[in-house]
């Protein structure tokens, strides 16, 4: 996919005040300081589209931007850095809990997850919130510039048995570095299998 036009549409404390449901809709979410603003600037090829900041917990509402007028970017607040006063995990999912379980045009979650630390409990509660829900959602492991690739391959390889615990099958998983611009390609491609036809 070529990403040709972003647009940013509107911030969104709640789901009834979100943008009309008329297009498919890619949601990404993650721990405080995972890279996710970093990420998605990486995706839509935007150095300052989605605000970056050495402060953890900066997105505290739903911020809705519109890709090649085709398909909605939803960007989620963040969790788990509660000490900068952004959402806790639980916090996290009452805040969005009405819109990951009833925003009918979302077609799937990215669950940003930090390459470089062992599964942390809140991020596996959180999948296993939304294997609950059956919301459909991928895993995307960020910084990994920040790693040797032997140490990411155990990494994963540890995810994947923590998950195999508790999944039948382990989700979708992208590698990403916003650094090196890697994963970009790779994400952008299942999203236009998913539910964009470009």
């Given at each position: 996919?070529?990403?040709r036009?972003?647009?940013?549409i ?16 890619y ?13 998605i ?9 989605a ?23 939803a ?9 900068a006063?952004?959402?806790t ?6 805040s969005?809990s009405e819109y990951?379980l ?6 799937c ?21 939304l294997?609950?829900h059956?919301?459909?959602?991928v ?5 990994t ?13 540890y ?16 590698t ?15 999203i ?5 036809n470009?």
């Amino acid at each position: 996919m070529e990403v040709r036009k972003v647009k940013f549409i509107k911030s969104s404390p709640d789901l009834k005040s979100c943008p009309k449901a008329g297009l498919p809709e890619y949601a990404f979410a993650g721990r405080s300081n995972v890279g996710k603003s970093s990420l998605i600037n990486m995706l839509v090829n935007l150095k300052n589209m989605a605000k970056t900041s050495s402060l953890p917990g900066k997105t505290r509402m739903i911020n809705h931007y519109l890709v090649n007028d085709q398909w909605y970017l939803a960007d989620l607040p963040g969790y788990g850095y509660a000490r900068a006063g952004s959402l806790t995990q639980h916090a996290f999912i009452h805040s969005i809990s009405e819109y990951l379980l009833n925003r009918e045009n979302l077609v799937c979650l990215f669950l940003l997850i930090d390459c470089r630390h062992k599964p942390l409990k809140n991020d596996l509660n959180i999948m296993a919130w939304l294997g609950m829900h059956k919301i459909p959602f991928v895993l995307v492991f960020t910084k990994t510039d920040k790693i040797t690739a032997g140490i990411l391959e155990r990494n994963l390889e540890y995810y994947r048995q923590i998950l195999l615990e508790a999944w039948e099958e382990v989700p979708v998983i992208f590698t990403a570095s916003s650094v090196k611009h890697s994963g970009r390609n790779e994400i952008l491609d299942f999203i236009d299998r998913t539910g964009v036809n470009i």
